[in-house]
């Protein structure tokens, strides 16, 4: 039976679902082909494509242009990111048959959850910690310093599990992190779908330098194929090694503070630029 409109039992929805229906919405054209890569995407049509405000528009391409699906240059507008949406269409190829659906998607991402928590030994808290060092710590650091605050002078570095929030802070938020050092980085953690996650979610090339690196003694052991996973979302999305992006393999090289002291200046040169 269909309700009547005015029905007490149909809820109108919050702002917090109109923003995601949005957002899911323009997610779902871009990565089905509808809107084009390289294609502009207008505001207006936008609006009246999805019956929405201006302010949901302008997030929802905000949420996309963080998960590097969506470019946003001066006086250009958005655009779709071609090389960001091939590599998503590409894992959602892998997941299932053809006419596989966002709840796939969703169920792969639920997957994920359960393996780094159970590798893990806790549920991630990632999304607080970042929030915290951007939120509080980096301002309270460049009020009280003499710092280059901006992005391009900004920099995140961490080993095994520190490696990976370094990569993911960048991913969420690419206009305060200019690159990550992600040293002897633990992609056991969630396997390969943590590799492909944090490979569809690359910020886009040539802002950012991304630094990766591991050895092939103790955890450092298993790390290579792994690594060499996340080498190829790199080369899809156009990050250029040597330019861009680095990855280092070192012969012998140990899972401990160790051999990470030995060459930490290495990073901290491709990232610095000195």
């Known amino acids: 039976m269909t309700l009547p409109a005015s029905s007490p039992d149909t809820a109108a929805p919050t702002r917090e679902e109109e923003q995601a229906d949005v ?15 390289g294609s502009r995407l207008v505001e207006d049509t936008l609006m009246t494509r999805y ?8 997030q929802g391409l905000f949420q996309l242009e963080r998960q590097g699906i969506v470019l946003r240059e001066k006086n250009i507008g958005a655009t779709v990111q071609a090389a960001q949406v091939k590599s998503i269409q590409d ?26 928590t159970a590798n893990s030994g806790g549920a991630p808290v990632s999304d607080r910690y970042l929030a915290f060092l951007v939120e509080e710590v ?39 992190f200019g690159g990550a050092g992600c040293v002897s980085t633990h992609w056991p953690a969630g396997e390969n779908m943590l590799v492909d996650y944090m490979g569809i979610h690359l910020p886009r090339p040539g802002a950012h330098k991304l ?16 690594q060499q996973r996340m080498d190829a979302h790199l080369q899809a999305a156009g990050y250029t090694q040597g330019k861009d992006w680095i990855t280092l393999k070192f ?20 990232l610095l630029g000195f």
């Not at 899911?24 to 089905?32: G, S």
């Not at 012969?251 to 901290?268: D, F, K, M, S, T």
Request: hydrophobic share 40%; charged share 20%.
């Open 23 to 37: 957002i899911r919405r323009l997610e779902e054209d871009i990565i089905f082909g509808r809107f084009a890569p």
């Open 138 to 176: 980096k301002p309270m650091i460049d009020a009280t310093y003499r710092t280059l605050p901006a992005k391009q002078n900004t920099f995140v570095m961490g080993s095994s599990m520190g490696g990976l929030i370094s990569l993911y802070a960048v991913e969420q938020y690419p206009h305060v």
């Open 251 to 270: 012969e012998g090289a140990e899972h401990n503070e160790a051999a990470w002291r030995v060459r930490v200046e290495i990073p901290l040169r491709f």
């Open 51 to 58: 019956g929405a405000s201006r302010h949901f528009v302008r």
């Open 211 to 226: 630094y990766f690196d591991h050895g092939t003694a103790t955890l450092d052991e298993l790390y290579e194929p792994f």
């Open 91 to 116: 894992l959602m190829a892998t997941m299932e048959k053809p006419g596989t659906s966002f709840a796939t998607v969703q169920t792969q991402v639920n997957a994920l959850y359960k393996t780094i």
